[in-house]
């Protein structure tokens, strides 16, 4: 008798809950993507300089594809509101809307390239962000070549969501180990440690696509500069992070090379780090000499000749111009080499800029 009149009291209960989840729902919105850029405000009398205001832009899921009640939706798939923090844009949001932002489902951040460049913005972006309890860290993050709006435009040929495209372009590249290597979290220990190298992906406008143009690099939280798709191939082979590598011994000779080991050693030469970087992999011909038979060892040869030169040089031409440490050693330090580690601690920006590189490349051809 009496577990029926629990269940009598607890039935209407459930249901009530029910009901107001559902109707929470219908007041809140999903973003599967956000853009954020930084814009200069007109100076305002007695102020030297002019205020920066965030264009935050975001990609919303284009629910009439979903199901036929989300034809009546008033919520447009992309909308950009400004403000002079995040907060504010939220807000501004909701008072447009009438519906809060919900970022559980979000896939992509995309960050403007004045907005990357602009340290203080940027944390205090990652202040809030962190601070939002639903907001996850292992976002995917990407770059805008310019502003990160124009980016979360080009949905007329990604069949709908930019979210869920920046998601599968991540999803189908075959050359990294861990295929997301940039997220909002990276970027919060970047601003936290300030002790590593973090590329981020750059995309520009490729026939009405996002396409990566590049890598925006950032190392103890400061902004360097785009490099080029290669350098940064070759920076995240020296990291491990690759599953294969292009490598090109000679002319009109291509090697595609897998099964990629990198170990990594720093020793102490007078006070000088010298970081060892050692490469095996095997490599496989996609383009080439027809006669095989006979030239393994050659082609082998050119081919751990040529990548030692492009590392080294690379290596010297970022330290020289960024001052970056392609290898980002600085983060393995504590462990590879306790003296060094005492001597560099709390300094990985002078580190950077002393540390001295040695490659050796070790590539077993298996034919075409």
């Known amino acids: 008798m009496w577990k029926n009149r629990i269940l009598i009291f607890l039935i209407p209960g459930m ?17 599967l993507a956000v853009g954020i850029d930084v814009e200069e405000s007109k100076k305002k009398a007695g102020k030297d300089e002019a205020e920066k205001n965030l264009v935050v832009s975001f990609d919303f899921p284009d629910l009439a594809q979903i199901s036929e009640k989300g034809k009546t939706t008033d919520t447009p798939m992309g909308m950009s509101l400004e403000g002079i923090d995040l907060y504010h844009v939220e ?27 602009d340290a203080k913005s940027l944390r205090s972006i990652l202040l809030t962000w962190e601070q939002q309890e639903m907001s996850a860290r292992n976002i995917s993050l990407f770059a805008g070549s310019g502003s990160a709006a124009e980016i979360l435009t080009l949905t007329e ?30 970027l919060m220990n970047q601003w936290h440690n300030h002790n590593e190298l973090l590329l981020i992906p750059v995309l520009s406008e490729k026939g009405n696509r996002p396409a990566i143009s ?23 082979l020296c990291q491990n992070l690759l599953e294969m590598f292009l490598c090109e011994p000679g002319k009109d000779e291509a090697a595609e090379v897998s099964d990629i080991q990198v170990l990594t050693s720093v020793e102490n030469a007078e006070g000088t780090p010298v970081v060892t970087i050692s490469i095996t ?14 030239q393994q060892y050659q082609i082998e040869q050119r081919m751990e000749k040529r990548l030692t030169a492009d590392l080294q040089e690379t290596a010297e031409t970022l330290q020289e111009e960024y001052g970056i440490d392609i290898t980002n050693s ?39």
Request: hydrophobic share 35%.
């Open 281 to 294: 992999g095997k490599g496989k011909m996609k383009s080439g000499q027809a006669n095989f038979v006979g």
């Open 330 to 368: 600085y983060i393995l330090l504590g462990g590879l080499n306790r003296e060094l580690y005492d001597q560099y601690r709390n300094m990985p920006e002078e580190y950077s800029r002393n540390v001295r590189h040695v490659f050796e490349v070790d590539i077993k051809i298996l034919g075409w």
């Open 91 to 117: 807000k501004s949001y909701e008072n447009n809307t009438n519906k809060v932002l919900d970022y559980n489902h979000i896939k992509a951040v995309v960050l403007g390239e004045k907005l990357i460049s």
């Open 15 to 31: 249901l009530l809950l029910g009901g107001c989840e559902s109707a929470e729902l219908e007041q809140r919105s999903f973003p």
């Open 214 to 236: 590049g890598y925006a690099a950032i190392q103890n939280f400061e902004y360097c500069g785009i490099l080029n798709v290669e350098d940064a191939m070759q920076i995240f």
């Open 157 to 186: 040929e990604t069949e709908g969501s930019m979210g869920t495209y920046l998601e599968e372009m991540l999803e189908s590249q075959k050359d990294f180990k861990q295929k997301k290597i940039a997220t909002v979290g990276s």
